[in-house]
Nanobody, 125 residues
Framework: QVQLVESGGGAVQAGGSLRLSCAASGRTFSSYAMGWVRQAPGKDRECLATINWINDNTYYAASVKGRFTISRDDAKNTAYLQIYSLKPEDTAVYYC??????????????????WGQGTQVTVSS
């Protein structure tokens, strides 16, 4: 079992930055991949980025590459998503998720085994 709790969301103006955090507990944090997924109103979940547990390799969706940075601190059992140059279209609920089974990279929502409750990000123009 893995429990995930996100934090760091909020309301920001376009062009600003945010760092989302995901605190994990339960199974050894350094044994699974972590990912960030968002869901905007009326849209499907979109997998944004993932980082593996072996060598911290990362993968980004083309839509966010260059603006989003995923990282993890195994000593703190925490994953992060740094978002730069926020746009109104980034408005969504952001979820962190854990992928215990693979594949690598996990680019579909159904490839993740555990989810946090989500944190709202709202970007105004």
């Amino acid at each position: 079992q893995v429990q995930l709790v996100e934090s760091g969301g909020g309301a920001v103006q376009a062009g600003g930055s945010l760092r989302l955090s995901c605190a994990a507990s339960g199974r050894t944090f350094s044994s699974y991949a972590m990912g960030w997924v968002r869901q905007a109103p009326g849209k499907d979940r979109e997998c944004l980025a993932t980082i593996n547990w072996i060598n911290d390799n990362t993968y980004y969706a083309a839509s966010v590459k260059g603006r989003f940075t995923i990282s993890r601190d195994d000593a703190k059992n925490t994953a992060y998503l740094q978002i730069y140059s926020l746009k109104p279209e980034d408005t969504a609920v952001y979820y962190c998720a854990a992928a215990l089974r693979g594949p690598w990279p996990s680019t579909r929502a159904n490839e993740y085994d555990y989810w946090g409750q989500g944190t709202q990000v709202t970007v105004s123009s």
